[in-house]
């Protein structure tokens, strides 16, 4: 396979592995957010948040242009309309682009995030998967396999 840009051609089966690691990453922060009151940061369910965002997309643009994004989190949205294009919705984009927007900050700020935005990053990721879902299923791509 190879690089271009900050993209990454993949093969068969990539789309269903990222898919298997967002739920992953998707349960490891609803897990975490169960036990806010333990965490006193909401940074751990964001940074989690994003991870499984990223894998969520990287499952869509695998299926629909066999790319993947690499390291530079800010085109992974650029890549996703170039993958899905007019039928992207731009109401996914913009969420897509709230959820990966704070990873750099939370992963990498010393500010403890407020807890009471936990139960909002479940709710849009719990929204952005359902899409996604429904997306890989257009092509065949079943992730409870």
Same mark, same amino acid.
């Given at each position: 396979?190879t *690089? #271009?840009?900050?993209? $990454?051609? =993949?093969? &068969?089966?990539?789309?269903?592995?990222? @898919?298997? $690691?967002? *739920?992953?990453?998707?349960?490891?922060?609803r897990?975490?957010?169960?036990?806010? !009151?333990?965490?006193?940061?909401?940074? &751990?369910?964001?940074?989690? =948040?994003?991870?499984?965002?990223? /894998?969520?997309?990287? /499952?869509? #643009?695998a299926?629909?242009?066999?790319?993947?994004?690499q +390291? !530079?989190?800010?085109?992974a949205a +650029?890549?996703?309309?170039?993958?899905?294009? $007019?039928?992207? %919705?731009?109401?996914?984009?913009?969420? @897509? =682009?709230?959820?990966?927007?704070a990873?750099?900050? =939370?992963?990498?700020? /010393?500010? %403890?995030g407020?807890?009471?935005?936990?139960?909002g990053l479940i $709710?849009?990721? !719990?929204? @952005? /998967?359902?899409w996604?879902? #429904?997306?890989?299923?257009?092509?065949?791509?079943? %992730?409870?396999?």
């Open positions: 396979m *690089r #271009t840009g900050t993209s $990454k051609e =993949v093969g &068969p089966g990539h789309a269903l592995n990222r @898919f298997r $690691k967002a *739920r992953a990453y998707h349960e490891t922060a897990l975490a957010c169960e036990h806010i !009151d333990r965490l006193g940061d909401s940074d &751990p369910i964001a940074s989690n =948040v994003a991870l499984a965002a990223i /894998a969520y997309a990287d /499952a869509i #643009t299926t629909y242009s066999g790319l993947v994004n +390291k !530079d989190h800010a085109t +650029k890549l996703l309309r170039n993958s899905l294009g $007019k039928s992207l %919705p731009d109401s996914q984009l913009r969420l @897509f =682009v709230k959820l990966v927007g990873k750099d900050e =939370v992963q990498y700020g /010393a500010r %403890p407020r807890s009471d935005a936990a139960a $709710k849009n990721l !719990d929204e @952005f /998967a359902r996604t879902r #429904t997306v890989l299923a257009a092509r065949s791509v079943s %992730p409870d396999e």
